[in-house]
């Protein structure tokens, strides 16, 4: 079975500093790697994907996301933080091999950016 | 190109009752999957439409249901409502061809259809 984990319910971080938001993953074959946004009152917003190649993937609003497959983590970052980026953070899984479409997501981990 | 449309955005039954929610997937997408979001849960699959056939099913009882029409928009039907069943509802499209490794696609979502059962 697939599974993810965000660690930290939730991050805090200044304006103008730099963010991670931590996730692990656990899969049987090849994971398909994805993060959304969630604003309040709003669906996911698709951030980035990794699928395979560059263990960099570069993202919408200046997001990245780091692939590493010896430690199963896939953590998402940014390097310059704005108050309007605080929002709910999704990590999602695929098991392309086992699990068809569906995506198994983590928890969430809400990120507070403050002025 | 439009996004993936949701309705009605909110709900209110009552326990015992049923309700039907609908979703239209963004423009030649073919591949629709729901998922319910509840704070102690967290976001859960429910199931996955292709081609009108139900291509994948997650862990959820019988009263939850879902049917894909030909022009790809999908109908999720929640029978005998429990108070647990109080969620954001949340529809998801992709062209997702294929289910296997060489679907590379992205799942796009609906803004959701918030339900509360009271």
């Known amino acids: 079975a697939q599974s993810v984990a965000q660690p930290e319910d939730q991050v805090n971080v200044a304006e103008g500093n730099p963010l991670t938001v931590k996730c692990t993953y656990s899969v049987s074959g090849n994971p398909y790697l994805f993060w959304y946004v969630q604003y309040p009152n709003r669906g996911l917003q698709f951030l980035l994907k990794y699928i395979t190649g560059d263990n960099l993937v570069k993202g919408s609003y200046g997001f990245e996301a780091e692939f590493n497959k010896s430690q199963t983590s896939f953590h998402l970052k940014k390097p310059s933080a704005l108050v309007s980026d605080s929002a709910l953070y999704f990590c999602?899984?695929?098991?392309?091999?086992?699990?068809?479409?569906?995506?198994?997501f983590g928890g969430g981990t809400r990120l507070m950016v403050k002025p | 190109k439009a996004g993936v449309t949701q309705t009605p955005r909110y709900l209110i039954k009552t326990r015992g009752q049923q309700v039907t929610l609908s979703c239209s997937p963004i423009s030649g997408h073919r591949s629709v999957s729901w998922y319910q979001q509840t704070p102690g849960q967290g976001l859960q699959f429910l199931f996955e439409y292709f081609s009108e056939t139900q291509r994948n099913k997650g862990n959820f009882p019988g009263r939850f249901s879902g049917r894909q029409f030909s022009n790809s928009r999908s109908e999720m039907n929640v029978s005998t409502l429990e108070l647990g069943d109080s969620a954001l509802y949340l529809c998801?499209?992709?062209?997702?061809?294929?289910?296997?490794?060489?679907?590379?696609?992205?799942?796009?979502f609906g803004p959701g259809t918030r339900l509360t059962v009271l």
């Open positions: 998801a499209s992709s062209l997702a061809g294929t289910s296997g490794s060489t679907n590379t696609d992205t799942q796009y």
């Open positions: 999602a899984v695929r098991d392309v091999i086992n699990a068809g479409n569906m995506l198994t």
